[in-house]
């Protein structure tokens, strides 16, 4: 197993009503994931609405769920930004704060070439040698995509030790596995793609289905490992259609809905992202129902 575990989940960011940071309900989420397997906990990622959070909020979420979940899991800190400068400064921060790591986002909006690319995760990674850093490419939100290229010549610096993958293509998934160390990691940004980049060398997923359905993603995983692939695809059918659910609208709007469903006081996203829809709360209802996730009324 990874440094970081094989269920690492991105972890959402609760509100409260007037729609603060909910420190309160966010160490009690954190502490709650890592009793239902999850392995490592992302925090201030997409998932967590990392683009409308401010930095103070975000370290103060980076401390309270590390004392959260001290002894039982790892905490990653999004720290990735479209300025260099801003990144160095924020990993420096999360450094000092004695975290596992940190997830460095492909510049966003500013659509740099793959050689400033390289350059700017290069010197991330240099200004905290020490600290393990994770390349996230999602070229669906950056607008930029980093080729396996790039990817095989970042990982040749010793900190730069794995890459969540959420482009979706899983040519990139063996480009990549082809060409590193096996000690560089390859985790899913998709829960659906999991069991599939698991055939091409990925080690797990960076996973937000795991807020409902960690020891399951768990069970998949350790199945697949141990040369039982009829048991993981079996897993994988089954928890294929909240896979899918959870994107029926942008992320984390259907997770945080979820969450309300099963009584967690998570709030709704902050603006701009807002989605009320019946047709979302139904079909969540119905599928997490059928899991097992929700209780019959």
């Known amino acids: 197993m990874t440094m970081f575990g094989r269920v690492m989940t991105a972890m959402i960011t609760p ?4 729609g603060n940071v909910n420190y309160a309900v966010a160490e009690a989420l954190a502490a709650h994931l890592t009793e239902r397997g999850t ?20 370290y103060q979420l980076f401390q309270v769920v590390q004392q959260a979940v001290t002894g039982k899991a790892k905490v990653i800190a999004g720290t990735g930004s479209n300025s260099t400068s801003e990144a160095i400064a924020a990993t420096q921060k999360a450094d000092k704060l004695g975290l596992d790591g940190t997830l460095q986002v492909v510049p966003y909006y500013n659509k740099p070439p793959q050689a400033g690319l390289f350059e700017h995760f290069q010197a991330i990674a240099k200004s905290s040698p020490d600290l393990p ?11 930029q995509h980093l080729n396996p290229e790039t990817v095989i010549r970042l990982a040749k610096i010793p900190n730069i030790v794995a890459i969540k993958e959420a482009s979706g293509n899983l040519d990139q998934v063996s ?4 060409s590193t160390p096996a000690e560089f990691s390859i985790y899913s940004g998709d829960d659906s793609l999991t069991l599939p980049m698991l055939a091409v060398g990925a080690q797990g997923v960076i996973s937000v289905a795991s807020h409902l359905t960690g020891e399951s993603i768990q069970q998949m995983i350790r199945a697949f490992e141990q040369g039982q692939v009829q048991v993981a695809a079996q897993l994988h059918f089954k928890l294929f259609p909240l896979f899918k659910a959870l994107f029926y609208s ?3 709007i259907p997770v945080k809905m979820a969450l309300r469903l099963q009584g967690w006081q998570v709030g709704t996203t902050r603006l ?5 829809s019946v047709a979302l ?5 119905t599928t997490m129902t059928d899991l097992g996730l929700l209780e019959v009324k």
Not at 39 to 58: A, F, K, R, Y
Not at 281 to 285: G, R
């Open 175 to 178: 480009q990549i596995r082809r």
């Open 39 to 58: 392995d490592t906990l992302v925090v201030c990622g997409t998932t967590g609405e990392s683009p409308t959070l401010t930095w103070d909020e975000e």
């Open 281 to 285: 709360d139904q079909l969540l209802q």
């Open 250 to 252: 942008t992320n984390p």
């Open 133 to 143: 850093l994770i390349l996230y490419n999602v070229p669906g939100r950056t607008g």
């Open 15 to 18: 509100f409260t009503e007037d």
């Open 272 to 276: 701009p992202l807002r989605d009320d």
